[in-house]
């Protein structure tokens, strides 16, 4: 803050003098998003020996700024102090957060301009939206020049965990469209050519020969992607008995659950380590996985992460299930205090032998919708089917659809080899896994078509999934 109302004081200066176009101007601009990566950067560095104890510390340091700053600079969390008789200091411990109300997306929409904070002039506000696949589009704000700058600072540090070094060739696909059928091309550099962007929308059995060609010519060290595409480039290498790119490190996935069966299908298909990590684009939480195991490790620095049970309390100890709820300690611009994210997780059982004393998830189980809802009410996450295994191996594509309690649709694309036998095999195994709670339609057909970002959604969940009347039960 201090550091950029400095900065704003040597813009007008020049300003005044003549110089906005001046490349000392243009240089000025770039150094604010620099510091923030640099200090960013820095602070990882430090905290990731600290104690238990210590990470605590600062997490309550950062909370009280914070709620000092939403208190007198943001109309919305004015207000929700006063409507309960609450100033910031009656909030001392973590477990004091709870005498705060929720955020949920909805609050979220309808206090927009009342959750801005006023001490920050209007150009320093980015609108963002994200949040297309729950079928609830959110827009929010960042920093401009800061946000994304302090993002990338975490993002690094969870990849230097697997060797990941600046200027590194890397593939990337996650949900972009480049390049076009026309011409057979369906990719193109970026980052003075160090990165390849590859279409994930032309990505079929007939392209996907000269995308695996483009990769092994290209070299890459690692290939970001989210799960779902990679598991498409690596069910056919699998399939086609391709042998995997020999300079790739790491598999980088994010922004989707990584279900245990994309896990084994992709170590399978590219004989690396497969490196995933959690997080949202309202930079609530972010957690990763480290050198050493796939437990999520939540950064305490990014933001205080609770998970709530369906009483509305916190769940605690090792193997406990809830609702990720967060606070952000990376935004103040835009404070998101216990922000309901609509995604279900388990608590780890801490510390890892990695030495990092860092809360952890030992699973993510997926979005609230990404669950199917059996007779009797349960949720069964999506994690329990397993389509890597031989009952799905005559099956090029499929996609759960539900619209009523009990029962789902499966849309099947069928491969040449499918028969009879393979439709009553998927319908046993899912008899069992759903333990005859669900009553499965199967329906073949043509193809199922991506999201509008590129994603491919193993379920559609059209029931009006509320929280407070499904349970959150696991069957894993
Ligand atoms: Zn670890």
Known sequence: MAMSIGMRMIFRRLKALGLENSVTMRALRVLPAYSAYRETYALLQESRGWSRERLEAYQLQALARLLDHAYANVPYYRRVFDERGLVPEDIQTLRDLERLPFLTREDLQNNLADLKATNYPETAFEYVTTGGSTGI??????????????????????????????????????????????????????????????????????????????????????????????????????????????????????????????????????????????????????????????????????????????????????????????????????????????????????????????????????????????????????????????????????QFYQKKEGEVLLRIVRKPGYTDRDTEYILRELEKKFEGDVDVTIRFVGKIPRTRRGKYQFLIQDLPLDERTYRYESHG
């Open 137 to 398: 589009p959110v827009g929010f704000y960042y920093e401009k020049g800061a946000s994304r700058a302090r993002e990338w600072a975490f993002m690094k540090t969870q990849w230097d965990r697997v060797g990941y070094r600046f200027g590194d060739k890397c593939v990337v696909l996650r949900g972009y469209i480049v390049g076009s059928a026309k011409d057979e091309v369906y990719w193109k550099k970026t980052l003075f050519g160090r990165w390849l962007l590859m279409s994930s929308h032309h990505m079929t059995e007939e392209t996907l020969p000269a995308y695996i060609d483009r990769i092994r010519r290209f070299r890459p060290r690692f290939i970001q992607s989210y799960p779902s595409m990679a598991v498409i480039l690596a069910r056919y290498m699998v399939d086609h008995e391709v042998a995997p790119f020999p300079t790739v490190k790491a598999i980088l996935c994010g922004s989707e659950n990584l279900y245990p069966w994309q896990r084994s299908l992709l170590e399978e298909a590219f004989k690396c380590r497969v490196f995933s990590w959690y997080g949202n684009s309202e930079q609530t939480v972010l957690a990763g996985e480290c050198e050493e195991s796939t437990h999520y490790h939540i950064f305490p620095e990014y933001g205080i992460v609770e998970l709530i049970g369906r009483d509305g309390r916190p769940v605690e100890g090792p193997g406990a299930m809830g609702e990720v709820v967060a606070t952000s300690l990376m935004n103040p611009i835009f404070p998101l205090i216990r922000y309901r994210t609509m995604d279900v997780a388990v608590l780890g059982n801490g510390p890892c032998s990695c030495g990092r004393q860092y809360p952890l998830l030992e699973k993510v189980e997926g979005r609230l919708h990404e669950f199917i809802v059996t007779k009797s009410r349960r949720l069964i996450s999506m994690t329990a089917v397993n389509m890597h295994s031989d009952v799905f191996d005559n099956v090029a594509q499929f």
